[in-house]
């Protein structure tokens, strides 16, 4: 039982570029998200989940394309990175709970 | 819109010592979730305790515990004998209760522990 996958760890991009944080969860969650951390303002919810085939929009959500064709991985998609999507991305899953399982986070850097 | 808000964006303690970290938070749903998450530099993000709106009892894990204070929307976290390896991000944060799984995170509180 691994949890939250998160791949890759650490990142570099140049500005224009496209790539896709992974994020793979193996607990048969229905609900994944995904959230960019930037100092001085916590947490802040992109894009999420609540199962297969569904996904919407969070709080910034511009900049970033998400899908879901599987219950267990929910991909993120910088289709043109600019240098102000530099951050901390992190996915989560939630429990039956209300608990959620964080990924360990990957760090961008556009430049 | 739902809003948490932490008026410390630092805070240090001694070891040993008491510490309690604020947080409010703003919302018109009365089922809901509290939590409290830890972020060490490793970036991990680590469930302290979490709190039901509709459990008057305040939740306790250990050595951390919550004053949750329903009217005032106050959720404040304690941590008592505090240790070096608290010294991390503590974040506050919100979810409602139902379908709506979306965690709404206060902007956190960096807490030092002197030894």
């Known amino acids: 039982n691994a949890g939250v996958t998160q791949t890759p760890k650490f990142q570099v991009l140049k500005t224009g570029q496209s790539m896709t944080l992974q994020c793979a969860q193996d607990?048969?969650?229905?609900?994944m998200s995904w959230y960019r951390q930037d100092p001085g303002m916590g947490l802040r919810l992109i894009h999420y989940?609540?199962?297969?085939?569904?996904?919407d929009q969070g709080e910034v959500p511009n900049g970033y394309n998400v899908s879901r064709s599987t219950t267990e991985d929910f991909p993120l998609r910088l289709l043109s990175a600019a240098p102000s999507q530099t951050s901390v991305y992190f996915c989560?899953?939630?429990?039956?709970?209300?608990?959620?399982?964080f990924g360990s986070g990957t760090r961008l850097t556009v430049v | 819109a739902q809003t948490v808000t932490q008026s410390q964006p630092e805070m240090s303690v001694q070891e040993a010592e008491t510490v309690t970290l604020s947080c409010t938070y703003d919302?018109?749903?009365?089922?809901?979730?509290l939590f409290w998450y830890k972020q060490p530099p490793s970036r991990q993000m680590i469930l302290v305790i979490r709190?039901?709106?509709?459990?008057?009892q305040n939740a306790t894990e250990n050595r951390f515990s919550v004053n949750f204070q329903k009217a005032a929307k106050s959720f404040s976290l304690k941590i008592s004998d505090s240790q070096l390896g608290d010294a991390a991000m503590y974040f506050c944060?919100?979810?409602?209760?139902?379908?709506?799984?979306?965690?709404?995170f206060g902007k956190g509180t960096l807490l030092t522990v002197n030894p």
């Open positions: 989560a899953s939630r429990t039956g709970d209300y608990g959620y399982t």
């Open positions: 607990m048969n969650h229905e609900y």
């Open positions: 989940s609540v199962g297969a085939g569904i996904t």
């Open positions: 919302t018109s749903e009365s089922d809901y979730y």
């Open positions: 709190q039901e709106a509709y459990k008057q």
């Open positions: 944060a919100y979810s409602t209760g139902g379908s709506n799984y979306k965690l709404t």
